[in-house]
């Protein structure tokens, strides 16, 4: 039987079938041999799953272990080796290994990807993905530019792909039901917010690409994808997320490493999921810093007191946020006059959150921990508690279920696109570096309003063969 019908002069997958049916308000639970599908199970049974990128954090998917309908098949990495040790590893060999993403979704007859790749091939990995009729589920930061993450939402709108960007806290029970009280106004209006004065990328400058010489390895060409295409070089490989080239700050205590989930954490709160701020002030040049003075805490009868008294819910985080790199603060105002200020160190406050000062009093949300002022704000019977499962398996189920219901995820791609927005908003205004200024952005057209350099910065010039792909 042919893998593909036709339908008009375009292809669609017998997996769209399903789709469709669930589209036009038809019982997704169809018998398994239904629309000649015996050897398919529909997705209302289980999904079928490949992950892209096999890093680190792509074994994170253990955390979905016990998420009903979630299942890993087959792994694709660019890399010779990397994805079958990363097969043996996670399943002993029971997954099937790819180098080429895309041959891996064709074979294997998947419902969906998760794409752990770095930061720079993401967007158009993501985008192949979604017209092979692939789901994604795409790591954070979702692009590296404002435009790039424009053309992943327009083009999971154009195909009707289910997409959850990878900022867990969405899902988590006690950081949903702390943003619940800021964003319906239970503790009153929300004044300030109070987050991290992130760790900005790095620029490579030890070789560019006309010290390449000669022929390079296709799988590093492939590696380097949008990016400049350089000689290879362990530090580009391994430490990417340092480089501006291929991320924008993906270090812990990094702008779009811890930055994007403490970003996302406020959209939540404040309710501006679909918008953004409308003004950004520099607030000091950029310069290389410390991230803190990580001194020892003074403690009176055991209880730690200091800058941020009771909203210190930050401890653990201390030992990995200690950095030196380009830093600058930045303040940021909305439209209903919230102030965002992006001022904290790295051992102070909240790593993965930030402090919402309110008419009614303060609350910290950090990731599965909360703090407040006064004390009784966190103390109420309704607070769901810590999380009971590994911290990401909140955030597969609800992709896996999205999946079969074709709802919207929790972290949606629109919703990803605004978090890491910010992200992106504070490297470019520190780039620009006009100090004191106030650079007027349009979170709708996604463009600032008085600062041309600014808006040069939104996207970036594309290495031949690596466009992104057209959709629709």
């Known amino acids: 039987m042919s893998t593909n019908v036709r339908i008009g002069s375009g292809k669609v997958k017998r997996r769209d079938v399903l789709k469709t049916v669930g589209a036009l308000g038809l019982p997704m639970l169809v018998p398994a041999g239904a629309l000649g599908l015996a050897e398919q199970a529909p997705p209302s049974e289980s999904v079928k799953v490949g992950v892209i990128g096999c890093g680190g954090r792509a074994r994170f998917v253990r955390e979905g272990a016990d998420v009903k309908g979630f299942q890993v098949v087959a792994a694709a990495d660019c890399e010779p080796g990397r994805a079958e040790k990363y097969v043996q590893e996670m399943s002993g060999g029971q997954w099937r290994a790819y180098t080429d993403f895309r041959a891996m979704i064709e074979q294997e007859k998947l419902d969906a990807v998760m794409v752990e790749t770095p930061t720079h091939p ?160 520099l607030e000091e040049p950029l310069a290389d810093r410390d991230t803190g003075r990580f001194a020892p805490r003074e403690t009176v009868g055991g209880v730690v007191i200091g800058e941020t008294g009771d909203q210190d819910t930050g401890t653990e985080y201390h030992g990995m946020a200690k950095l030196h790199g380009p830093r600058a603060k930045v303040t940021m105002r909305f439209a209903t006059g919230t102030e965002l200020k992006l001022h904290l160190d790295g051992d102070r406050g909240p790593g993965l959150g930030a402090i919402f000062t309110c008419e009614k009093g303060k609350i910290e949300i950090n990731r599965n921990k909360l703090a407040s002022n006064p004390k009784e ?54 780039d620009v570096g006009l100090v004191g200024q106030v650079l007027h952005w349009d979170p709708q057209a996604e463009r600032f309003t008085n600062c041309d350099e600014a808006n040069r910065h939104l996207d970036r010039p594309r290495r031949k063969g690596y466009e992104l792909p057209a959709v629709g």
């Not at 192949?128 to 993450?149: F, N, Q, R, S, W």
């Open 122 to 281: 993401r967007a158009w990995i993501t985008i192949h993905a979604m017209l092979m009729g692939m789901d994604v589920y795409i790591e954070k930061p979702m692009c590296l530019t404002i435009a790039e993450g424009r053309a992943l939402v327009n083009a999971a709108r154009k195909l009707g792909r289910v997409t959850q960007v990878g900022t867990q806290q969405r899902s988590m029970p006690i950081n949903n039901w702390a943003s619940d009280l800021v964003k319906n106004g239970v503790l009153g209006k929300c004044l300030t917010v109070l987050a991290p004065n992130f760790v900005g990328p790095f620029r490579w400058t030890k070789t560019s690409s006309k010290d390449v010489k000669g022929p390079v390895e296709p799988w590093w060409d492939l590696w380097t994808n949008q990016a400049e295409l350089r000689p290879y070089d362990v530090a580009l490989h391994r430490g990417w997320a340092r480089w501006w080239d291929y991320d924008g700050g993906g270090l812990c205590f990094g702008v779009t490493g811890w930055g994007t989930h403490s970003y996302d954490q406020i959209n939540r709160a404040l309710g501006t999921d679909d918008t953004g701020p409308v003004e950004i002030v």
């Open 377 to 430: 704000i966190i103390r109420s019977p309704d607070n769901p508690g810590p999380n009971k499962r590994p911290e990401s398996a909140y955030h597969i189920e609800n992709w896996i279920e999205c999946i079969k219901s074709r709802k919207r995820c929790t972290a949606d791609v629109e919703i990803g696109q605004r978090a890491t927005t910010l992200c992106y908003l504070v490297n470019i205004v520190r």
